[in-house]
């Protein structure tokens, strides 16, 4: 359980500061990518080096580590203490855990992603969505998510945040982000409410460009100012800004180019923490960003991060030393202003308790971690966990010609309409999963892939070809740079290529956006399913055939 | 010049109308793709015993037949005399001459877009627009041009009419397309005004679903309504309507899905004919699209086509015939009906002198041809024409740094970052030709269209690479399924990889979407150009090298 700090607690961070030096209060305020390092753990000597070159605060770890180590949490949590034993100031290790530990970590638990939670709807859920997140991430070394969400869909076009967040509704977002905000805090892992101030208007990518959040204070007050202001009341140890503009609250010789939240004091300083009231660790989104970098050149683009009431940079890249150096030396940033930052951080580190490393760097309030897992009772629950969310969200949004649920023993010939093929992706986005399973229970299965020619059902219909049902799944990853996470391409072929057929009314599955009908609305059935979370998969199978019900409640509106 | 009908061509009708069976007056309403018969110019008792068959009206020549044929007009004029000659009652050939008889056929004159043209918003152009595809057009043979459109792009995300329409505004519009129409007709040249009740308000795309134009009674009647009725005073002789959904116009039991305007007779008898007044011929967009293929099983999309009041169906495939003589038997479709349209059809081929045809099948009103091109002073007119289009067309959208025009004495070294790449595309679409015409003009051009890692333009700044101009072309392929004209896939990431440079500041040129700064709103510089026509590129390097001035004003409103 986390709680306010000790006064000796208070003691250490005071003396803390005391001991360092300039560079090494900057470092508090950047966070690695420990991913662009080339260490081993074994290059103790280099390691070394570097730290006491650029002492940085903390280290994130993403998806290149994950990518190129085994996977397994006993190797994390190995590389980790590495890091902690050679630094001379304990480190933080956040992930982008937003769907569990095993976002970060392949052996660990990856539940279904926030919408699904929020399809289940379920408090007590999304405070075990957090604990075990927690549990799991702290036995791998982490001691901060970069998670949860606390955006609202509110424009269906956005292609950042389709899956990533907890829907459309202020109320249902505050209350689950808070129970999960809980649930890991609870358990030692800090949360991170993001990104503020609020993604889900604007119909662009702040990978791409600085979005735009344009709606008028009134308006935000009810929606993203009562999520926020819950999430604080709810005990959030930091918040992220996004590459995020939000117009109203700029003066008026702002307005003219977007001003991404995280360089505008108006928004960290003004809003964040005098309005809202918030006194935590505010960290940027990731600034090597399209929404970041056109602000202005290097110097100009940290030095207004830093001013705006930024503590911790995300990914500034070693540079950012030689810059905060000068600005410090030339007045652009004071002492006190650097001072406040450094306390916070230190604040933060001393309520998760990581002054009391041991001197192999290990973190002894962490759970018992077990080579690569975690005692397989508590795995388990975790499973359980994640296997109820993925069972208690699948959504049937349109049943109108009554065919779901179906009948197994009148079905043994199905045909797939792949609208597009995720053959390829990250561990958790295999469409082909889906046909894989559709074969296990012993259905004989056509996948249909190649939309030229256009008529290829059509012909296939007139050479007497039929099946007791037809699937017609759709995904699009998140992060592919799509820029919308519509239909195109390949897959806007597909659409129009499986109305040629005459008999065939596939039943939809959207194994990505819930507004699949904008683009598709002539489909008879449609189920959400929101992600191709493995569980989630045999689930959705599951209902089709009437084997569990329907549980899942759109979490967002949809006039269908 | 075309008139109304003399007594003579009056009982040419009637005559002609007396003589047909049932199955030939159903053959007057179909049009039929030439590129889907297998048939060469050659097998004249195979073409004989086609038309026999199936005894259809009017052809449609397109895309396939452009690109098996060397694209000559003379091979064009020589196909279609010959089906005239084998066909019992006179054909109408039509294409969609959208941006000139180049449309069609490669060795004639392409005009750039009709978004190009209202850029240049010269009434005297337009109707030379429409001449010209006229002269060229009937000189190969045409006789029908489903062109010009209409429609109002009043939805920046629509992804149809993106450069193929005249605007945003509908009183330019009306007069542009009304200027258009008058060339072509005044010409011997059938005009289409497109696709009624009006495309640009939806998202979507027809090809793929239908599309709705969800404008109120009142704002329908100011835009789309206003068009239209200005179209029609011009003299149109044919309307198409699209697969698009008007809901106002529909009666309350109607409205639960999409009712495309190809199937209401409240839009094509009521809104178009009674209320709007049009007495010629209506066709319907293609028959084989998505927007279409939904509505029904075939027999009942057929149907409902005809009985809503629609003449011609384009490519209903020849299935139709048993359709409509069924119809027919039964009662679904009277004889009047039918009788209905084939005169109107007849009417217009009348007006267009088809019947005059010798025994060649040689249309003498049309101009004359000399092997595959006009006599040189005709298409040295029409090349006049489109490359005042492509000169007074090119729009300076941008220039808060001042950059253009470029001195061309300080600038031999540039970079072009290709935002996409379309080296394979139609004849039209090469963005390639954009880095000839630099390197033609002597510069040194280094070119990036790699966009992984991120960071390349960064690292070669660093490397102490500098050029004195960069330039960030865009263009996306309409008809490309891509169901969006934004920049998406590898073009958003082109956008993100961009600003990693600290000192590139890159000169953007659209060749397609005139919104491109929606998607790229930090570019200081930015000229709108609407197409990769070949004289549209060469003028678009002119006017940034300040050797002739930006003439064109933006012909949708953009908020900069």
């Given at each position: 359980?986390l709680k306010?700090?000790?006064?000796?607690e208070q003691?250490?961070?005071?003396?803390?500061?005391?001991?360092?030096t300039?560079?090494?209060?900057?470092?508090?305020?950047m966070?690695d990518?420990?991913?662009r390092?080339?260490?081993?753990?074994?290059?103790e000597?280099?390691?070394?080096?570097y730290l006491e070159?650029y002492?940085?605060g903390?280290?994130?770890?993403g998806?290149?580590?994950i990518?190129k180590?085994?996977?397994?949490a006993?190797?994390?949590?190995?590389w980790i203490e590495?890091?902690?034993?050679?630094?001379?100031?304990p480190l933080?290790?956040s992930g982008?855990?937003?769907f569990?530990?095993?976002?970060?970590?392949r052996?660990?638990?990856?539940?279904?992603?926030?919408l699904?939670?929020?399809a289940?709807d379920?408090?007590?859920l999304a405070?075990e969505?957090?604990k075990y997140?927690a549990?799991?991430?702290?036995a791998?070394?982490?001691?901060?998510a970069?998670a949860p969400?606390?955006?609202?869909?509110?424009?269906?076009?956005?292609?950042?945040i389709?899956?990533?967040?907890?829907g459309?509704n202020?109320e249902?977002?505050?209350r689950l982000a808070s129970?999960?905000?809980r649930?890991?805090?609870?358990?030692?892992?800090?949360a991170?409410?993001k990104h503020?101030?609020?993604?889900?208007v604007d119909?662009?990518?702040?990978?791409?460009?600085?979005t735009v959040?344009?709606l008028?204070e009134?308006?935000w007050l009810?929606?993203?100012?009562?999520v926020t202001?819950?999430?604080?009341?709810?005990?959030v140890?930091?918040v992220?800004?996004?590459?995020i503009?939000?117009p109203?609250a700029?003066s008026?010789?702002?307005t003219?180019?977007?001003?991404?939240?995280?360089?505008?004091?108006?928004?960290?300083?003004g809003?964040?923490r005098?309005?809202l009231?918030?006194d935590g660790?505010?960290?940027?989104d990731?600034?090597?960003m399209?929404g970041?970098l056109?602000?202005?050149?290097?110097k100009r683009?940290?030095i207004?991060?830093?001013?705006?009431?930024t503590?911790?940079l995300l990914?500034p890249d070693?540079?950012?030393?030689?810059?905060?150096e000068?600005a410090?030396?030339d007045?652009?940033i004071?002492?006190e202003?650097?001072?406040?930052?450094?306390?916070?951080?230190l604040?933060?580190?001393?309520?998760l308790g990581?002054?009391?490393l041991?001197?192999?760097?290990r973190?002894?309030?962490?759970?018992e971690?077990?080579?690569?897992?975690?005692?397989p009772?508590r795995?388990?629950?975790?499973?359980r966990?994640?296997a109820?969310i993925?069972?208690?969200?699948?959504t049937l949004?349109?049943?109108?010609a009554g065919?779901l649920p179906l009948?197994a023993?009148?079905v043994s010939?199905?045909?797939?309409?792949?609208?597009?093929k995720?053959?390829e992706?990250?561990?958790?986005e295999k469409?082909?999963r889906f046909?894989?399973?559709l074969?296990?229970?012993?259905?004989?299965?056509?996948?249909?892939d190649?939309?030229e020619?256009?008529?290829?059902l059509?012909?296939w219909?007139?050479?007497?070809k039929?099946w007791?049902?037809a699937?017609m799944?759709?995904f699009?990853p998140?992060?592919?740079?799509?820029n919308?996470?519509?239909?195109?391409?390949?897959?806007?072929k597909a659409?129009?290529?499986m109305?040629?057929?005459?008999?065939?009314?596939p039943?939809?599955i959207?194994?990505?956006?819930?507004?699949?009908?904008?683009?598709i609305?002539?489909?008879d059935?449609l189920?959400?399913?929101y992600?191709?979370?493995?569980?989630t998969?045999?689930y959705?199978i599951?209902?089709i055939?009437?084997?569990?019900p329907?549980e899942?409640?759109?979490?967002?509106?949809?006039t269908?």
């Open positions: 359980m306010g700090l000790s006064e000796e003691r250490w961070v005071e003396r803390t500061m005391n001991s360092m300039l560079r090494e209060k900057i470092g508090q305020t966070q990518h420990a991913g390092l080339p260490f081993k753990e074994a290059d000597d280099k390691i070394t080096a070159r002492p940085v903390s280290f994130f770890i998806g290149e580590i990518l180590a085994a996977g397994k006993g190797d994390y949590r190995r590495t890091y902690q034993k050679l630094s001379r100031y933080l290790f982008d855990l937003e569990g530990a095993g976002s970060a970590v052996s660990l638990t990856a539940f279904p992603p926030l699904a939670l929020a289940a379920d408090g007590a405070y969505y957090g997140t549990l799991e991430g702290r791998a070394g982490f001691t901060w970069l969400g606390m955006d609202l869909l509110l424009n269906w076009l956005n292609p950042v389709t899956t990533r967040c907890l459309d202020p249902r977002t505050a129970a999960i905000i649930g890991m805090q609870d358990h030692g892992l800090a991170c409410a503020f101030p609020g993604d889900g119909f662009r990518d702040q990978h791409i460009i600085t959040n344009d008028s009134a308006e009810t929606t993203y100012g009562e202001s819950r999430v604080i009341k709810a005990g140890l930091s992220m800004t996004g590459h503009a939000l109203w700029e008026a010789d702002r003219e180019a977007p001003v991404p939240a995280t360089v505008s004091s108006a928004i960290t300083n809003l964040l005098e309005r009231g918030f660790v505010v960290i940027s990731a600034l090597d399209g970041f056109s602000w202005g050149d290097y683009r940290i207004d991060c830093f001013a705006a009431g503590d911790v990914w070693t540079r950012y030393f030689e810059v905060m000068q410090i030396g007045g652009a004071t002492m202003r650097l001072d406040q930052s450094v306390r916070r951080i604040e933060m580190k001393a309520r990581v002054q009391h041991d001197e192999r760097g973190d002894n309030q962490a759970l971690l077990f080579d690569d897992r975690l005692a009772e795995t388990a629950e975790a499973l966990v994640g109820e993925a069972r208690r969200s699948v949004v349109r049943n109108r065919i009948e023993a009148s010939k199905v045909l797939v309409i792949m609208l597009n995720v053959t992706g990250r561990q958790f469409m082909g046909v894989e399973l074969r296990a229970r012993g259905l004989e299965v056509d996948v249909l190649q939309f020619p256009l008529s290829t059509r012909t219909e007139e050479a007497g039929s007791d049902a699937f799944p759709y699009m998140l992060h592919g740079m799509m919308t996470a519509r239909p195109v391409g390949d897959a806007a659409i129009w290529a109305q040629h057929a005459e008999t065939i009314r039943i939809g959207s194994f990505s956006t819930p507004y699949l009908l904008k683009d609305p002539f489909l059935t189920v959400n399913a992600s191709l979370h493995e569980e998969i045999e959705t599951k209902a055939f009437g084997e569990i329907f899942g409640k759109s979490p967002v509106e949809l269908i």
